[in-house]
C-alpha cells in the first residue's frame, strides 16, 4: 500500500484565498483525522470522520475551515478565506478505528501551507 | 487547555548514552498512552504505547514508564543512536470511557542524539 497520501505537498497563497487540502486514506481504513501542527501547540486535532461521517469537528478553530469526505478513499480541508496565521503543516491520518485498544494512526507526509 | 503537555521542547544527548523525554498530562480519563516520532518532511510514525493497566511497556531499546497517580509517563531510549534523532510527540486517548480513538497529542520534543 502507498500509504497516506496528501496533496499537496506545498501550499503558498495569499490571504483571502481559498486553500483546499487533499488526503486519500489507506484502503480499508475506516477513520480519516486531519491534524494541524503548529510550533506553540504540536499537533492539534481538526476533525475526524468514521465511514465518511465527521464525528468530531470540535478541534476546527473556525467557520473558515470546512472538511468533508464524499467517499472512503478521499478527503478535503477547506479554509476560506485563508489568513497568515492559517500557516501550518496539516496532516491527515487514518486508522482501522479500536478494538480491545486504540489502532495505530498511519500519517500522511502533510502539506505544508503558507499564507502571506 | 493543553491536556497533554511536553515542557521539554529539546533535548540533546551523546550518542549510546540515555534519552529520556517526558510528557504530563491533566486528563484523569486518559487511560492509553502513545509515543509517536517525526523526521522532517515526513508525517508522524507510531514508535510504543502502553495502557494504564500496565506501567511499563518494553519494545526493543524504547521503553516507555506510565506514573499514573502523578500523571506522568517518559519514553526511554538506551542506547540512542543518531538515527533516534527526531520530534517525539506525546498523545493520550480516553477510548476505554469515550468508545474514541481519539489521540491528544502535545507539543513535542525534538531529540538530537550527536554521535
Known amino acids: 500500500d502507498a500509504g497516506v497520501i496528501q496533496s499537496p505537498r506545498h501550499e503558498v497563497t495569499e490571504m483571502g484565498q481559498e486553500v483546499t487540502l487533499r488526503c486519500k486514506p489507506i484502503?480499508?481504513?475506516?477513520?480519516l483525522f486531519w491534524y494541524r501542527q503548529t510550533m506553540m501547540r504540536g499537533l492539534e486535532l481538526l476533525i475526524y470522520?468514521?465511514?465518511?461521517?465527521?464525528?468530531?469537528d470540535s478541534g476546527m478553530p473556525e467557520d473558515r475551515f470546512s472538511a468533508k469526505m464524499p467517499n472512503a478513499s478521499f478527503s478535503t480541508l477547506k479554509i476560506q478565506p485563508s489568513e497568515p496565521r492559517d500557516s501550518a503543516v496539516y496532516f491527515c491520518?487514518?486508522?482501522?478505528?479500536?478494538?480491545?485498544?486504540?489502532?495505530?494512526?498511519?500519517f500522511g507526509p502533510g502539506t505544508r501551507l503558507t499564507v502571506t | 487547555d493543553q491536556q497533554v503537555k511536553q515542557n521539554s521542547p529539546s533535548l540533546s544527548v551523546q550518542e549510546g548514552r540515555i534519552s529520556i523525554l517526558n510528557c504530563d498530562y491533566t486528563?484523569?480519563?486518559?487511560?492509553?498512552f502513545l509515543w509517536y516520532k517525526k523526521y522532517p518532511a515526513e508525517g508522524p510514525t507510531f514508535l510504543i504505547s502502553?495502557?494504564?493497566?500496565?506501567d511499563k511497556n518494553e519494545d526493543g531499546r524504547f521503553t516507555v514508564f506510565l506514573n499514573k497517580s502523578a500523571k506522568h509517563l517518559s519514553l526511554h531510549i538506551v542506547p540512542s543512536q543518531p538515527g533516534d534523532s527526531a520530534v517525539y510527540f506525546c498523545?493520550?486517548?480516553?477510548?476505554?470511557?469515550?468508545?474514541?480513538?481519539?489521540?491528544?497529542f502535545g507539543q513535542g520534543t525534538t531529540l538530537q542524539v550527536k554521535p
Open positions: 491520518a487514518s486508522s482501522l478505528g479500536w478494538g480491545l485498544e486504540p489502532y495505530e494512526q498511519y
Open positions: 484502503s480499508g481504513h475506516d477513520y
Open positions: 470522520f468514521n465511514n465518511n461521517v465527521p464525528i468530531d
Open positions: 486528563n484523569s480519563m486518559f487511560d492509553y
Open positions: 502502553i495502557s494504564s493497566i500496565k
Open positions: 498523545a493520550a486517548s480516553a477510548w476505554g470511557s469515550s468508545n474514541t480513538g481519539k489521540l491528544i
